[in-house]
């Protein structure tokens, strides 16, 4: 996962024999699409189009499945030509050009500040920088970013696309065939490919740099480069953070999915269209499930922790051997490990009323932002919360315009939820449960929410334009709820900040200049979801004794239908059975390193062209969070020429055929 | 939790000041009640009246609730007299008799046996020995128990009562005022009692033995005695055990109960017909979670931990200093956690397709027992699964003729979330799901055994006499589904007994012996649901740096209500407040260690007077699995005269309170 500003071409060219010139590299970054949902795509034609994941784009086909009978995340979005290419609400497009290091003055900035300061003014000199390098021009978008737990801040400047429209998404049948039980396994057999268009001025964008698409498949051992922008890892957390992962944040949140993921299954068996709301919403927390099972396991593993701790035994070791590093470093480890004590007592509640707030409940959490902003924008900039000093305003705003449609049942199940385990946790008797009950119960407090009209644009713009006001004069319940409520969760987020996360961060700064001191940057930076190029090649592994091919065909998907859901084949796949070539590779595995947010990553060859789009990981990559095991982690990607016969001889897209290979 | 055999009577003068004569104890113990559903009770009066908690019966009231209109479970069974009483179907109820120590010949049956074989032969001499006690007596039951995980094999013999009708229990918002926020919590305001009774041919039983009913309330300070069964507890467990318990079991069950608690409660949420089939299941599923969550908590407590390992390196250290005991307990330590490595990968399969198969399906449980039972009993002895010999087979024939009767569309959901998570844990591709699912989905599968006949007792009844012809011309979708897999379920167990629980118990003996001869029996066995003593007195505790007090009374339950459930009180006990005495005590605190199993037992004062009626423990108290702390585990009980008052002044039954006072 590295950064495009430390390609460590030598060690990639010893590796896979492969040299990426400059020229390979400019073209791989021109072409890398980050999307605002939290995926990657690639561009693939001159006229705007990007490859990305059929699972990136499910939201916004289940959005613009506006009639009765229509279900445009269950049976695809299938559209005819370019005039049929709908926008997606809420998802932007965003293409890096450069990357400016803002090391020097973040940290300039935090010189003597301790606790919560810290994070303000960390936060507060970031902002800064952002707006220094992007000024307010709505074209481009800048993110500072803190690499390395602290050790670099950089700014991402890039080209902002806000126009982003549904062109292809396949029905779920074929991009998620095998369902929730072949999510992270292998061998696999998912047509898990979607495509979008950027739009400028309501015409396709032009982008000259875009990706070739390769027509030969991929082969066994030959060297692949996943291209995109990997969320978050947590490799470089202590051993006291990582027990605090397994024996507290996992658990906690694990448990939680899990009851609303059977809350959610028996609300679709209520009726077909109750089925319909909740396949997305399942289907999410069951991907958030199994992801957690994986690093659970990853952390539970007796082996893995033993070599995380001698892994940092060793660190310590040369830190201590060095008086002037050891001074500079102090007592980090242990001020890390003190804080999470701290986090015993405080992270639940940090959760519960402020970090995780409404659990999953879309309106609760833009609800929360909106009255924030209105409240923070009256302060000076100096005394806000960091998010809303006004360099982010325009972002909060954007996202407000755009707050993607909920569903009422669906918030009131997440809001009920969220209010029991609130109350289960923290306890009848806590202030902050009497707080957000009162005298009433959950599920009555739920219910009176969810009848928020917050669903409604012009409601939500109004109280933007109108300010604290027009906020604090709404008699919409949850806008109501949330002015009355928010110090509870201002508290607890104060607690969190100056107890844990505060006096972690200013450790891991420290840490982080150590570990570049005794090691330099011969390892690359926790993912950030910042644009990273990932090397490996065709491999698959082996798994208790057994090999598991790296490659798939389409007639061993034809073997793996037996008609019962998941593995029932979509209609048209089956009546294209004959024209599809049996032997063609399907899916394929490689060793690059990954993790969720390279969803929708390009795969490219030695020679930059496309050979796949990286969809998954197999389930020992799960504990790649953690660390990254080249024996058995494997991305799983779909393969071009796998799409390129399917939307010709399944989907009969010729023009789509056309724009994407230039024929 | 002192056994009846040994009860160390000086210690408890030395403790609380009272001598326990014969005389006391005789007393207690024939007036101590065992009931089959794995609750405890106390005789009351001379007419086989017998007190427990309201929550012991509430599955029978739901039984009992026959008529659209009717919902004893929610509303209260409350019968104006002694004609109204309904037998519970499925409820025993016992009383011990005697305990017959034997050890030896259990001991000299094992000799030289390792493994499943082990397991077999000993399960075998268990049975024979119950037989041997018992006979064929249907007034009589024996149990053959192993205490301190084998260090002693003990014959219980119990009176036993057939007819068990259900006289009087509270309505849900009295008995379970504050629910599941409130359960294991105090201050505390449940008012859970319910009195059953003992019938013989139709008539109550005489029942000369019974508790004298004290009229003075509890006092901070005095000794109590808990008189009960209490149902298991793990304290003898290895650190190696407790490990495995820690990372793999409490985790696989606890998101297992959660999910299934997610479905229950939206199940719940369809209609009121809906919400009162869920309220049963659901209150067994979030008491189970939350019992999990204090294990769970115990166990991630590193002190804790430590402690135990203390105490092993301790023992381990006395063993190897004597060369005889280090050579007859041999590297039992080390067996054990050899097995804790087969059970990180036999575990599941285990508990999938055998120990927990169904996973809350009550036909599918009494289906497997009546299916297995036919097969094994075409075997001769020797060869069947221990838990067929001819000496067990009446008691199975009483279960399946008395088998609760079950919902339908509960029965639904669990065997649905059975086969997900069987096929989430266990993999597509394995053996086991391919037998269970053949080509079909869980969810198809789920809805096509739930269509099951099996909860018609006749069929049933048909079916046991038929042996394993009438079993194998069935045509009932479940029964010829557990035909089909049961091959599957064998193997899993066989696996887990030969590498896991085989050589576990054998080790284990070789624990306890050494055990034994280090500290002697100065220490109880761990609860098997056998009776015992628990002395203590009454008492609250602190809990960060706050004191609770001991007990509450009348008028703080009047404050606590809110009107919103599970805080709403019974309409009946508004109507009451003005002719109840504020200040009398309602639930209290004491320091007896008791478990789950304990639920219903007596609190007797030092003259053997019963004071209360325990129904639960505090948060604290649920690590009490693992080892009991004095200084934070409660008993939490429902006071003696609280219940006086209450069935005079709320539900106006004089003859009960006739009938307990004697006046």
């Known amino acids: 996962m590295w950064t495009f500003d430390k390609i460590p071409v030598e060690r990639i060219k010893a590796a896979t024999g492969v040299t990426l010139d400059p020229a390979w590299l400019d073209a791989a970054q021109a072409s890398a699409v980050r999307l605002t949902n939290g995926c990657s795509a ?64 973040v940290r300039a900035a935090v010189v003597g500040k301790s606790g919560r300061d810290f994070l303000r003014v960390r936060d507060g000199a970031m902002a800064v920088a952002e707006l220094a390098a992007c000024g307010m021009d709505q074209t481009l978008r800048c993110q500072a970013i803190g690499f390395f737990r602290g050790g670099q801040y950089k700014v991402y400047k890039y080209r902002r696309y806000s126009d982003v429209r549904l062109v292809f998404a396949p029905e779920i049948a074929a991009s998620a065939f095998g369902g929730d039980p072949d999510n992270f396994n292998f061998p696999r057999y998912a047509f898990d490919v979607a495509f979008v268009r950027l739009y400028v001025d309501g015409k396709p964008a032009s982008t000259r740099s875009h990706l070739e698409w390769r027509d030969a498949p991929p082969v066994e051992g030959e060297p692949t480069f996943v291209v995109g922008s990997p969320g978050s ?89 060095d008086p002037a590093l050891a001074a500079q470093t102090g007592a980090a480890w242990d001020e890390i490990a003190q804080a999470q004590h701290a986090a015993a007592e405080l992270f639940v509640p940090w959760r519960m009323l402020e970090s995780g707030a409404g659990l999953g409940s879309e309106l609760y959490y833009y609800a929360r932002l909106l009255v924030r902003a209105a409240v923070e924008r009256e302060k000076p900039e100096a005394e806000r919360l960091p998010e809303y000093v006004d360099a982010r305003l325009p972002l909060i705003e954007r996202k407000l315009a755009d707050t993607p449609p909920a569903d009422p049942a669906l918030e009131r199940i997440y809001l009920e ?23 009433e119960s959950p599920e009555a407090v739920a219910e009176a929410l969810a009848k928020t009209d917050f669903g409604d644009p012009d ?69 950030t979801f910042s644009l990273r190029l990932s090397y490996g090649k065709v491999a698959g592994w082996e798994e208790r004794g057994r090999a598991i091919a790296a490659t798939t065909t389409f007639a061993g998907f034809y073997d793996r239908v037996t008609g019962a859901e998941p593995f029932a084949a979509a209609p048209r796949w089956l009546e294209a059975k004959d024209r599809l070539k049996g032997d063609t590779v399907f899916d394929f595995t490689s060793t690059n390193d990954i993790i969720g947010g390279n969803s929708g990553s390009p795969v490219l060859d030695a020679k930059g062209r496309l050979i796949g789009v990286a969809f998954d990981g197999n389930l020992p990559s799960l504990g790649g969070a953690y660390g990254y095991d080249g024996a058995t982690n494997r991305t799983v990607s779909l393969s071009a020429p796998a799409i390129l016969q399917a939307l010709d001889k399944v989907y009969e897209r010729g023009d789509l055929v056309s724009e994407l290979t230039g024929r």
Chains 1, 2 share one sequence.
């Not at 506006?66 to 932007?92: H, M």
């Not at 024996?247 to 209520?270: C, H, K, N, S």
């Not at 033993?306 to 035994?313: C, N, V």
């Not at 939820?417 to 707080?435: F, Q």
């Open 42 to 105: 690639g561009l693939v034609s001159g006229q705007g189009l990007a490859i990305t994941n059929s699972h990136c784009v499910a939201d916004c086909a289940q959005v613009l499945s506006t009639q009765e009978d229509e279900d445009y995340a269950r049976d695809g979005f299938l559209t005819d030509g370019r005039d049929e290419e709908r926008k997606c609400a809420g998802v932007q497009a965003e293409v890096l050009l450069t990357i400016i290091d803002v090391t020097d003055q």
């Open 233 to 321: 890892t947590e490799r470089q957390l202590t051993v006291a953070q990582l027990e605090t992962q397994r024996d507290l944040v996992l658990p906690v949140t694990q448990l939680q999915r899990a009851e609303v993921r059977g809350r959610l299954i028996q609300f679709g068996r209520e009726g077909t269209g109750e089925a319909r709301i909740a396949a997305q919403a399942l289907a999410w927390v069951q991907n958030s499930y199994k992801l957690g099972v994986g690093k659970q396991a990853a952390l539970n593993d007796k082996a893995f922790m033993a070599a995380k701790r001698a892994d940092e035994d060793a660190l310590r070791a040369k830190v201590a051997a």
């Open 417 to 439: 939820h969220w209010l029991l385990k609130t109350r289960e946790s923290l306890g009848v008797d806590s202030a902050p449960v009497k707080a957000l009950l009162g005298r």
């Open 459 to 527: 409601m939500r713009m109004a109280l933007w334009k109108g300010g604290l006001a027009a906020v604090q004069a709404s008699e919409d319940p949850l806008i109501r709820f949330i002015l009355r409520t928010d110090p509870v969760a201002r508290e607890a987020r104060a607690a969190y900040e100056s107890q844990v996360s505060g006096p972690t961060d200013i450790a891991a700064e420290k840490i982080a200049k150590a570990r570049f001191a005794v090691l330099g940057d011969s390892v690359y930076p926790d993912a």
